[in-house]
């Protein structure tokens, strides 16, 4: 089986905070990996975060007479999420206020969320979205039926956790987000990459350092809810990933944490640096915006950052379909994130067993001044490193030295017993905080 099969499987399904269709999309992704699925019902409230009602469309339709404009089955996105229902006939300027569309995208339905991401609006007036040159098209003079029919009940918001457990429980995340119906790269695709970056990360790390968790959740308000309920884990999280449009044919994207110069941020410049494609660099907040927001936020703090794809100018359209995507795309996605946490499987704070310098020829760890210097310097950056307390990938990045070179040079003195090896802690990947001048070329 192949995750790429869940996109155009899912795409139209109603996929928002709370639906009965939640439930499918997870079982599908659960024929891939298995999920803990997390229910926070409706009504119940975390802190100002409370979860909405269930929200299903029974059907929905724009008619001029006989005559259908637009409706829900022609595409999902022509009822906005969370509208309330309505029946009756309405006048073209009264259509107007309620109808959103793009001019930029003058033949595309597009995604309208700010119904159901508004407190204040969600549920109490109703919406549609409409091709702009559709709307525009219409006869000003007459009137227009309109009869938006959903259902509204109590439910559970569903968040999706996947998690592959390693010898302590300092946690790695991988966020991503179900909803955003009719829609592939923009949410769904970013599920794919997860599904496939665990699976990945349980073949090359079975029994890795770190627990990795894969979240599949609603976007914002499922992070919140999830968030509210996990501070216990979130406070040793060593730092978080999201990503979406990953299978879009644009160039790589990479939006820093929100100190942007922690740990995180120095692994995948290097990751990504070291790839040598384009890659547009971007602050907290100057990308796509999405759960990395929330992880990241100043009173949990997790480190989080986003890698993604930019521009994407179907965004929020029905046009970010499959036609759009390119799987080859959403590996390199994959890839760069797997690459990123091989290089923090393999790190480790080096802490010496000796004061004394160490007599370098009686353990082959030394290479001649003369023969080798380039060896010599190479080694002595390492070894005069050694009690800083920086991680030793840390201090191949800032020296503009071979991560893999470091390690295995570093990991000799360990396998004789010359010094030990100590996890990089989350209160590492949070307070040691710089950025060398190697990852600004």
Not at 332 to 345: G, K, Q
């Amino acid at each position: 089986m192949n995750p790429l099969d869940l996109l155009p499987k899912l795409k139209d399904l109603n996929r928002t905070l709370v639906s009965q269709d939640a439930s499918a999309v997870l079982s599908s992704i659960e024929e891939y990996l298995p999920l803990v699925v997390h229910r926070y019902p409706t009504g119940a409230e975390f802190q100002t975060w409370p979860v909405p009602p269930e929200w299903n469309v029974v059907s929905g339709e724009l008619r001029d007479g006989d005559r259908v404009i637009a409706s829900y089955a022609e595409c999902p996105l022509f009822v906005a999420i969370y509208s309330a229902p309505f029946t009756g006939e309405v006048t073209y300027e009264e259509l107007c206020k309620h109808t959103f569309t793009k001019p930029e995208h003058p033949d595309a339905f597009n995604y309208e969320h700010r119904i159901a991401a508004n407190y204040k609006r969600r549920l109490k007036e109703w919406r549609i979205a409409l091709p702009h040159n559709r709307l525009m098209s219409l006869d000003p003079s007459r009137k227009y039926t309109v009869d938006i029919k959903v259902d509204v009940k109590p439910g559970n918001m569903l968040v999706g956790e996947h998690i592959h457990r390693g010898r302590n429980s300092e946690s790695f995340y991988f966020l991503s987000h179900y909803c955003h119906p009719a829609q592939i790269n923009d949410g769904l695709a970013g599920v794919v990459a997860g599904i496939e970056f665990m699976m990945r990360l349980k073949e090359r790390h079975p029994n890795p350092k770190y627990t990795y968790r894969l979240l599949i959740l609603p976007e914002t308000f499922g992070t919140a809810v999830y968030c509210a309920n996990h501070f216990q884990d979130l406070d040793v999280a060593i730092g978080a990933i999201f990503s979406e449009m990953p299978g879009a044919t644009a160039d790589l994207q990479y939006c820093h944490t929100r100190r942007g110069d922690v740990y995180l941020d120095r692994i995948f410049r290097y990751v990504l640096q070291n790839r040598g494609k384009p890659v547009r660099y971007k602050k907290f907040r100057g990308g796509w915006g999405n759960d990395e927001l929330m992880f990241d936020a100043a009173g949990i703090g997790v480190p989080a950052a986003s890698l993604d794809r930019f521009p994407f100018p179907e965004y929020h359209t029905h046009y970010d379909d499959m036609s759009k995507f390119e799987a080859s795309q959403l590996e390199e996605v994959v890839d760069i994130v797997s690459d990123a946490v091989d290089l923090i499987e393999r790190d480790f704070i080096p802490k010496p067993i000796n004061r004394l310098p160490v007599y370098l020829t009686r353990y082959d760890l030394y290479s001649d001044w003369t023969w080798d210097r380039e060896g010599y310097d190479f080694n002595q950056k390492i070894i005069d490193n050694l009690f800083l307390g920086r991680s030793i990938v840390d201090v191949a990045i800032e020296h503009g030295l071979n991560v893999c070179d470091a390690l295995s040079y570093a990991n000799k003195f360990a396998e004789h017993g010359l010094l030990d090896r100590i996890d990089v802690s989350s209160e590492y990947a949070r307070e040691i905080r710089y950025f060398p001048q190697s990852l600004n070329n």
